[in-house]
């Protein structure tokens, strides 16, 4: 069937227009310009991340020193001599 | 752009292979000219990770069909949302084939329209035997299969294709 009815002869070979190249072209441009600009926007995502996360860790120290301190420690307290 | 030389002669060899390709899967120059223009930034882009596994003829070939079944796919996805009914596949192709001559112009529009409705890879058997006219092997390795695998998945086409018209 297919070759009654579908074959080589009943298409001809459609030539390719000029401009078509140019625009490729300008495509591909396109397209690592926006690869580029995305590689650029990751490492600044991937440097914001890096710094917030070290501000939490330095903060997160910060406080339990801090709660450390705070907290009752009775032998502190015992620097006198019963026998006094 | 890196690999301008190497890109320009890519493109002087296989243009007019992946626009004719093209434009007999979707079977209108704008789409085929986007279409054309989609695969040659994927030959771009991919061209170095290309071994030498298999020709570049063959490679060029399974980058062109899968874009333009993925455009196919796209295309039917919208038409669907669009409808919000059951679409059949290229219920309403925008039919302009430069390629097809004029006095088989109406037989093969039907022919066409019937063949798009077949399963993709039926579809792309009959199209790379009927239309483009390549060998059994050659379109064995473009598919990936075995040609006994690929006689009997032409024969089933062509079944199909009878039963459809």
């Keep these: 069937m297919e070759k009654q009815l579908l074959h080589k002869e009943q298409f001809s070979s459609v030539e390719i227009p000029d401009f078509l190249l140019d625009k490729i072209k300008n495509k591909i441009e396109q397209e690592e310009k926006k690869s580029s600009m995305q590689t650029k926007l990751l490492l600044a995502a991937a440097i914001i991340t890096l710094f917030v996360n070290i501000g939490i860790i330095g903060q997160q120290k910060l406080q339990s020193n801090t709660e450390v301190e705070a907290e009752f420690n009775p032998y502190t307290t015992l620097n006198y001599s019963y026998y006094e | ?165």
Excluded at chain 2, 28 to 43: M, P, R
Excluded at chain 2, 54 to 68: D, E, F, G, Q, V
Excluded at chain 2, 107 to 116: D, H, P, Q, S, T
Aim: one cysteine or more.
């Design chain 2, 1 to 165: 752009m890196k690999n301008k030389p190497q890109f320009n002669v890519i493109y002087k060899d296989y243009a007019k292979l992946v626009y004719n390709l093209s434009l007999h899967y979707l079977h209108n120059t704008e789409d085929a000219q986007e279409a054309t223009q989609d695969v040659f930034v994927k030959i771009y882009q991919k061209i170095e990770g290309f071994n030498n596994k298999s020709s570049l003829k063959t490679w060029i070939y399974r980058i062109t069909i899968n874009h333009c079944l993925d455009v196919i796919k796209s295309k039917n996805r919208k038409l669907r949302v669009l409808f919000s009914r059951e679409y059949e596949d290229n219920d309403k192709i925008d039919f302009d084939h430069p390629g097809i001559k004029i006095e088989t112009k109406e037989a093969v529009e039907k022919i066409m329209g019937e063949l798009n409705k077949l399963p993709e890879n039926q579809k792309t058997a009959l199209i790379l035997k009927g239309i483009e006219g390549l060998s059994q092997k050659e379109i064995a390795s473009i598919l990936k299969i075995k040609e006994k695998a690929l006689e009997s998945l032409l024969s089933r086409a062509r079944k199909n294709l009878k039963k459809r018209l």
